[in-house]
């Protein structure tokens, strides 16, 4: 008589079993996890750069100048640093006295940046309180940069000896490669990097420094070869034309890097910085260049932010008002 009951099939059929649920198992958790297998797979871009800003003012420009940059675009820096030659409780600057060389000061600024705030930021960007920078621009400009290359950037200049440097007052942004190269191997080589007072030629020594380490002077232009650090105010770029017979502009003339054609310099959409003849306007550039927003374009607003700068702006002009 054949048996009905085989513990032989009962063992196998146990078996199968756990067979199946292992499997299943496997089968369960590769199908959680495949969607966050394919998205570590996937490109992810790299965190915007860092920029630390180095804001150079003075005493008697702290409450003129120096607090209205402070108000607007300066808040946009990841981190920032207004150097001066007296303190000032809003400001809060590094002070540095009893230096009345322009390169003197330059020197101690990047020196005391890179010794005490070099971890703070990717590019360092130097420029004076009366600047008016686009932050965002800036950091959209250095994308395609890395931190690590020798390189800075500005108003490109060459001197009739050949020697390229950037524009004093059109702002200077360096990598912290460069940063770093400066403050280490040329500041502490005289026959390469003079200490010398060179007033109003301090940005040509700057440049001599560079060179002498192999750190490039960029190409700050757009792909339309518009110029993004603006040598000038804002409103000769963009409604009139050089005058050769004024010295500030043929000095530029001469020793522009790029040629200027029918005395007018191209400036590009995302233009990164430039001087402001009044500085009241600032409030004006700010609100067009952070505030504003196009239709049918998303930016992100800190609205409580923006509404404190236009209380500040009405503050400051009903405290100048007799």
Not at 177 to 206: H, M, P, V
Not at 273 to 278: D, S, V
Request: hydrophobic share 40%; aromatic share 14%; charged share 20%.
């Amino acid at each position: 008589m054949p048996r009905l009951f085989s513990t032989r099939r009962l063992f196998l059929a146990g078996k199968n079993a756990i067979y199946l649920l292992i499997l299943g198992t496997i089968f369960y958790t590769v199908t959680l996890r495949l969607p966050g297998s394919l998205k570590s797979e996937e490109v992810v871009d790299p965190p915007p750069p860092r920029i630390f800003c180095i804001i150079s003012t003075y005493e008697y420009r702290h409450t003129q100048v120096a607090i209205h940059t402070h108000r607007t675009w300066v808040r946009h820096c990841d981190h920032y640093l207004f150097v001066s030659d007296y303190s000032d409780h809003y400001l809060e600057p590094a002070v540095f006295m009893h230096m009345n060389d322009r390169w003197h000061r330059m020197r101690a600024y990047l020196e005391y940046v890179y010794k005490y705030h070099f971890h703070q930021g990717d590019w360092f960007l130097y420029c004076n309180d009366d600047n008016f920078v686009v932050v965002d621009n800036l950091r959209h400009m250095l994308k395609t940069y890395s931190p690590n290359e020798l390189i800075y950037f500005g108003c490109k200049m060459r001197a009739p000896n050949g020697l390229v440097y950037m524009l004093e007052g059109s702002g200077i942004v360096f990598s912290g490669a460069a940063l770093k190269r400066f403050a280490l191997a040329a500041l502490t080589n005289e026959s390469i990097c003079s200490s010398e007072a060179k007033g109003n030629d301090f940005t040509q020594e700057l440049g001599r420094c560079l060179a002498n380490v192999n750190v490039i002077a960029g190409d700050s232009r757009d792909k339309l070869q518009g110029h993004r650090f603006l040598p000038f105010d804002a409103d000769l770029h963009l409604g009139s034309t050089f005058n050769q017979s004024l010295e500030h502009h043929k000095y530029f003339l001469d020793r522009s890097y790029y040629p200027v054609i029918d005395m007018h310099l191209p400036v590009s959409l995302h233009l990164i910085c430039f001087h402001t003849k009044y500085i009241m306007n600032i409030y004006n550039m700010y609100y067009f260049a952070y505030v504003t927003r196009v239709f049918g374009v998303p930016r992100n607003l800190n609205i409580e932010n923006e509404r404190m700068v236009l209380e500040n702006k009405t503050t400051l002009i009903d405290q100048s008002s007799p």
